[in-house]
């Protein structure tokens, strides 16, 4: 279900702000002080607390059921109901929170119990993470890093057959604002013979999109291509920090480790992909000579509207920075549709094999680079590993992530007669190592 820019709220601040209109409505876990993790609805300035409004009688049918699901601080119950329990919830929101709304009397009047303000609260997980899987879908990033290593053959023979993936680690995905501790591993210095041991100094952030699982399969029983699109619950930013001296050394023959695993950290607010329709479009056309996808990963409806139109950007910003009352610096502004494979293509894949997908499971996107300068998704690619480093106009200069540098990732969606749409921040500052 879609709004067009002309449908308004009665609740101010949601008109034209900047991520979360009326036509949003992202779903996530919040609390605020001296209260127990709950599920809520973000519009405009202030989170719409979906428990409190279940009491008070404003849900009933499969609306008031997708609620019951989405009680108790975890969204998979919700998840695990699918499309229909989204779509119903959504339709009763919209019907409560669009001007006019004969209800809009009865939710007003019980102020921030139902409706407190987003600065009050503090943001959680939105869903228990049972599994993670990082993809590699974004081509001009992996051509990119490729180029850095094997600067004659940068994209090895099976990318364009199969999505690549890793499985990463679930215990440590956080809610942006969690602050990230440099890690610590072995690293083998240039000329070196042996690793020695010792913090990170090649920190590095990726921009990635985060894909929500909602109903599971069955062990055994592959998602169908045609069918994994509504086997997602929606989308968030993720931002899969990276230690890139320990990641040169572990990665072969297995991949990344503990180059990973210390923090991944992800924007708070689930975008369905109901509040996405208007941004769908069709997967980019492969280039000339590139293999057509093999038939258990190829569907027409997901080739012609598959894929999404988001812009993402990424900004720095340093301590000497906040001292100066610099704003941030822009590293990066990318967008999804340089995507190599779709989000349903990497469900189909990763189920094909007979693996469980569960309600709640995470999957990254993979870095998402553009093809041109300025659209790189993280500082390996935009300073050539180093050579080229960034200069900033607090007069530093960055290779990679020094302590105190905080990371934000941001994400839009605009299109002529809808309503601009946005994600959140997902954010992280760098800590030194312990």
Not at 150 to 176: C, E, F, M, Q
Not at 239 to 268: C, H, M, V
Request: charge should be negative.
């Amino acid at each position: 279900m879609t709004q067009t820019s002309i449908t308004r709220s009665w609740v101010a601040s949601a008109n034209g702000h900047a991520d979360f209109p009326l036509q949003n409505l992202p779903l996530g876990v919040f609390s605020v002080k001296g209260s127990a993790p709950r599920s809520g609805v973000a519009i405009g300035e202030h989170i719409f607390d979906l428990e409190a409004a279940l009491d008070a009688g404003l849900f009933d049918g499969a609306a008031k059921t997708a609620v019951e699901a989405a009680r108790g601080g975890q969204l998979n119950a919700f998840f695990e109901l699918g499309r229909d329990a989204r779509v119903a919830l959504r339709e009763r929101l919209l019907e409560l929170f669009t001007e006019g709304s004969t209800l809009h009397g009865k939710i007003e009047a019980q102020g921030a119990k139902l409706l407190p303000p987003a600065a009050n609260c503090e943001m959680h997980l939105p869903a228990k993470i049972n599994d993670y899987t990082d993809f590699y879908v974004g081509i001009e990033h992996a051509q990119n890093v490729g180029k850095l290593f094997r600067p004659d053959n940068p994209l090895l023979p099976n990318y364009k057959y199969v999505p690549i993936g890793y499985h990463g680690r679930a215990s440590t995905i956080r809610p942006s604002g969690t602050d990230v501790r440099r890690p610590k591993g072995q690293t083998l210095p240039a000329g070196q013979a042996e690793p020695t041991f010792g913090p990170c100094a090649r920190l590095d952030y990726e921009l990635e999109l985060g894909i929500w699982i909602g109903q599971g399969n069955e062990m055994g029983e592959a998602i169908a291509i045609g069918d994994a699109a509504d086997h997602i619950a929606g989308f968030c930013l993720l931002n899969d920090w990276s230690a890139r001296d320990i990641q040169a050394w572990e990665y072969q023959p297995l991949g990344p480790f503990l180059s990973k695993s210390f923090i991944t950290s992800i924007s708070p607010w689930v975008v369905t992909a109901e509040a996405l329709e208007p941004f769908r479009r069709a997967q980019p056309a492969r280039p000339e000579g590139d293999p057509q996808p093999l038939p258990y990963l190829f569907d027409k409806r997901d080739q012609a509207a598959g894929a999404f139109d988001i812009e993402l950007e990424v900004l720095l910003l340093t301590e000497a920075m906040r001292e100066q009352n610099l704003p941030a610096h822009r590293l990066t502004l990318s967008n999804t549709r340089h995507m190599y494979w779709t989000a349903a293509q990497l469900v189909a894949h990763h189920s094909v094999n007979g693996c469980q997908l569960q309600a709640g499971d995470l999957f990254g996107s993979g870095t998402l680079s553009g093809p041109e300068s300025g659209q790189f998704g993280s500082l390996l690619e935009i300073t050539e590993g180093g050579k080229k480093p960034i200069e900033l106009a607090s007069g530093e200069v960055r290779k990679f992530l020094e302590d105190g540098d905080e990371i934000i990732l941001r994400a839009r969606c605009s299109r002529e007669g809808f309503a601009s749409i946005g994600f959140g921040e997902c954010r992280g500052k760098v800590l030194p190592a312990r």
